[in-house]
């Protein structure tokens, strides 16, 4: 398979498919994490280099890398299937006018460890998790296998309607008789009462307070 080098890479366009190159490792950043829409997203940023060119590797699978890993030279491979070359690809997006550039990975890319003659050594570094070595730069326990998708969204409509239960709660039980009071009517409307735990809920979601919630119904 052909191998690439950062510099190749550079000049190729966003989403362009990575055969395979060579890399050492300089830098693994923390991985992040959070609720999305269909589960739990991760993001992890590793920095390489190759001479003196250097990129920036987005890796969004569960495992995180290890900050052992940094140091030491690796090889990236595309897995091979039936839809052709997968698991690494060329990056290209702009947030607020600003141009962020880099290499996704994903779980089909093969990662290994070279030893000091180039060779790539028959233990897997990262993501190649069948028979790791002890000691084995990045080595790790096989990640859990993922739930079906039908569990993994039940369980996150269930906290997040607990978390807006905890909402309508707080508004009715706080705030109902105050916004009466100020809008000089008995009774609020359930379209303002609907407006005001809307905003509540939105904030609570984004500060990331359902994750906390309990995966069965309050």
Sequence with gaps: MR???????????????IPRFEAKVIKVWPQKSGPGQYGTWYLQNVIVQDGEEEMTLTWGGASPWDPSMEGHRFSFECSEGKHGLTGIKRSSKRVDD???????LTETCKVRILSGNGQEQPSPAHHQWTAPQSGAIGAQPPPKPLDDGVTLARKYLIRESNLYRLVTDAVF???????????GQERMS???????????YTAASKAGLGKGMPEKPL
């Design 3 to 17: 191998t690439l080098t950062l510099t190749e890479i550079s000049m190729m366009g966003n989403q362009e498919i």
């Design 98 to 104: 600003i141009v962020y550039e880099g290499i996704s």
């Design 173 to 183: 039980s706080n705030l109902t008789d105050h916004i009466q009071t100020l809008i």
């Design 190 to 200: 359930g379209e303002m009462f609907d407006l005001i735990c809307g905003r509540l």
